[in-house]
Structure formats: structure tokens, C-alpha cells
């Protein structure tokens, strides 16, 4: 059983940066991809960045690129995501997740992708 919990969100004004980090349990972290979606009130559950087993691929939502980076530390079995130029619109609880194995990396943008989810951190941007 594969445990992530994330930290790091907090309450930002506009243009300003956090870090989440998501911790994973088991020895295993480095076989996975990981991703990060995010669900603001009232909407469904969004992509925002994938990364893949060895960390020399990354994808990212449109909206992101250029502003959030997804990193990862298999020594540490963790998963970060460093968010910079905060937007009022990335307000959110943002959540970590294991990926499962897939044929495509495209598939990473997908949800149903990820095995495993952390209990989400909420990040707050003020405007």
C-alpha cells in the first residue's frame, strides 16, 4: 500500500512562489511516474505536471508552463512542485499521485493513470 502526503500549499498573494513536496512510502518510488492535478471549488479534478521514473521527462498543462516546475528525488522518495508567478486561478487543493504502469507517456495526462493519491494541499492565491 502506497502512502503519498503532500505539503508546502499555503495562502500567497499573486505572483508570489510555493514548493509542495509529496513524500511517497515503499522502496519502489523510482519505477513510478508521478503527476500533480489540482481541483479548485466547484470544478473537476485537472492535470497540472507529470514526471516521469528517471525525472529527465516532464509534461505540464498549458496554463503552468513557464511557471511550475516538477522535480523528483528518488533518493528521497519524493516529488516536488516549485510554483512560481501565482495566479489567482491556481487556486486550489493540489494533489501528488503515483502513476500506474502505462504504454505512452502521453497518458500521464489522464487521471486515470495514477494509482495513488495523497489527501491534497491547498494552495491559496489572493489577488
Known amino acids: 500500500q502506497v502512502q503519498l502526503v503532500e505539503s508546502g500549499g499555503g495562502l500567497v498573494q499573486a505572483g508570489g512562489s510555493l514548493r509542495l513536496s509529496c513524500a511517497a512510502s515503499g522502496r519502489t518510488f523510482s519505477l513510478y511516474a508521478m503527476g500533480w492535478f489540482r481541483q479548485a471549488p466547484g470544478k473537476e479534478r485537472e492535470f497540472v505536471a507529470a514526471?516521469?521514473?528517471?525525472?529527465?521527462?516532464?509534461d505540464y498543462t498549458d496554463s503552468v508552463k513557464g511557471r511550475f516546475t516538477i522535480s523528483r528525488d528518488n533518493a528521497k522518495n519524493t516529488v516536488s512542485l516549485q510554483m512560481n508567478s501565482l495566479k489567482h486561478e491556481d487556486t486550489a487543493v493540489y494533489y501528488c499521485a503515483q502513476g500506474k504502469f502505462v504504454l505512452y507517456w502521453r497518458d500521464y495526462v489522464n487521471q486515470r493513470a495514477y494509482e495513488y493519491w495523497g489527501q491534497g494541499t491547498q494552495v491559496t492565491v489572493s489577488s
Open positions: 514526471i516521469n521514473r528517471s525525472g529527465d521527462r516532464t
